[in-house]
């Protein structure tokens, strides 16, 4: 097995390049969001087509990728949003691991289809750590500095696994990538106290993603009415996948960044294992919902 220390030099950053891994389950009760990777399924492909364990932590390239010098061989993967992707001037396949060489730059062009790549890089990644994850947290920053890809960042790894990739076959299950989903959802705590009208609306159109969109949470630019009655609202816990109505009627998703409570009512709730398909959706793309 050849090992050695790998520095990636990100030429350019992107629009927004992270590092990310699963995040921080267990931390809700103290204020701090789950965070990790939105698109789990593609992060957890992404490591196994390099050979690290599910925990290791990898890139998430939103819309617009970096420009990465490698200062050292190794076994890189990209799944999810599909880019035209570089190693220097040769075009490489999304969704398999490939080899690059010392000195190489590894591009990310077009965006073709999706929001969020995932990049594996093979080995013991050494950006640093907050309660137990890589991933930043936006009140506090300083947590995490490795996390926030600028231009100029340097990320090490220590390079060990350059000969242990895997494939995807034919029936692997990715999240869909498409501009229009249904998304699978449970009535909220607060779905009895908005109105039946509300209710029939919210199930019975699209609802388009506004440009207020980011890893905290997605406004739509559908106006419900909201309450039934109007109740006075205690502040109470939310998760991501949890949507809720503002005092205009305006549904937002919330995600893995999101605050852990919120004031708002709570109309449903996407289930769990529809989340990543979020994670594929731009401004503009459209969104139904069906009651499970």
């Given at each position: 097995?050849?090992?050695?220390?790998?520095?990636?030099?990100?030429?350019?950053?992107?629009?927004?390049?992270?590092?990310?891994?699963?995040?921080?389950?267990?931390?809700?009760?103290?204020?701090?969001?789950?965070?990790?990777?939105?698109?789990?399924?593609?992060?957890?492909?992404?490591?196994?087509?390099?050979?690290?364990?599910?925990?290791?932590?990898?890139?998430?390239?939103?819309?617009?990728?970096?420009?990465?010098?490698?200062?050292?061989?190794?076994?890189?993967?990209?799944?999810?949003?599909?880019?035209?992707?570089?190693?220097?001037?040769?075009?490489?396949?999304?969704?398999?691991?490939?080899?690059?060489?010392?000195?190489?730059?590894?591009?990310?062009?077009?965006?073709?289809?999706?929001?969020?790549?995932y990049m594996a890089v093979a080995g013991k990644w050494n950006a640093k750590k907050w309660k137990g994850s890589a991933s930043p947290i936006?009140?506090?920053?300083?947590?995490?500095?490795?996390?926030?890809?600028?231009?100029?960042?340097?990320?090490?790894?220590?390079?060990?696994?350059?000969?242990?990739?895997?494939?995807?076959?034919?029936?692997?299950?990715?999240?869909?990538?498409?501009?229009?989903?249904?998304?699978?959802?449970?009535?909220?705590?607060?779905?009895?106290?908005?109105?039946?009208?509300?209710?029939?609306?919210?199930?019975?159109?699209?609802?388009?993603?506004?440009?207020?969109?980011?890893?905290?949470?997605?406004?739509?630019?559908?106006?419900?009415?909201?309450?039934?009655?109007?109740?006075?609202?205690?502040?109470?816990?939310?998760i991501p996948g949890t949507v809720q109505l503002t005092s205009s009627g305006q549904p937002i998703i919330l995600l893995n960044d999101a605050?852990?409570?919120?004031?708002?009512?709570?109309?449903?709730?996407?289930?769990?294992?529809?989340?990543?398909?979020?994670?594929?959706?731009?401004?503009?793309?459209?969104?139904?919902?069906?009651?499970?």
């Open positions: 097995m050849k090992q050695s220390e790998l520095t990636l030099i990100f030429l350019k950053a992107g629009m927004q390049t992270t590092v990310q891994d699963q995040g921080r389950a267990g931390l809700q009760h103290l204020g701090v969001p789950i965070g990790g990777a939105l698109d789990k399924r593609s992060a957890e492909l992404a490591n196994y087509l390099v050979g690290n364990n599910q925990q290791t932590p990898v890139l998430e390239i939103t819309m617009m990728g970096p420009e990465i010098l490698f200062d050292t061989d190794a076994l890189v993967a990209v799944t999810g949003a599909q880019f035209d992707i570089y190693i220097d001037n040769r075009i490489v396949k999304n969704e398999e691991a490939f080899h690059v060489k010392s000195g190489t730059i590894v591009r990310f062009g077009q965006l073709n289809y999706g929001c969020r790549a936006l009140q506090a920053a300083e947590a995490t500095p490795d996390s926030i890809i600028k231009k100029g960042s340097k990320l090490k790894i220590e390079s060990a696994h350059l000969n242990k990739n895997g494939t995807l076959d034919k029936n692997t299950s990715t999240p869909p990538l498409a501009n229009k989903i249904r998304l699978k959802v449970k009535a909220g705590p607060e779905f009895e106290n908005i109105s039946r009208t509300a209710i029939a609306k919210f199930f019975g159109q699209g609802h388009l993603i506004t440009q207020d969109a980011n890893r905290m949470g997605y406004r739509l630019k559908t106006e419900l009415t909201a309450l039934e009655e109007k109740k006075e609202m205690i502040s109470s816990g939310i605050q852990t409570t919120g004031g708002y009512p709570r109309i449903v709730n996407i289930i769990a294992k529809d989340l990543d398909q979020i994670a594929q959706l731009k401004p503009g793309d459209e969104i139904w919902f069906s009651l499970e």
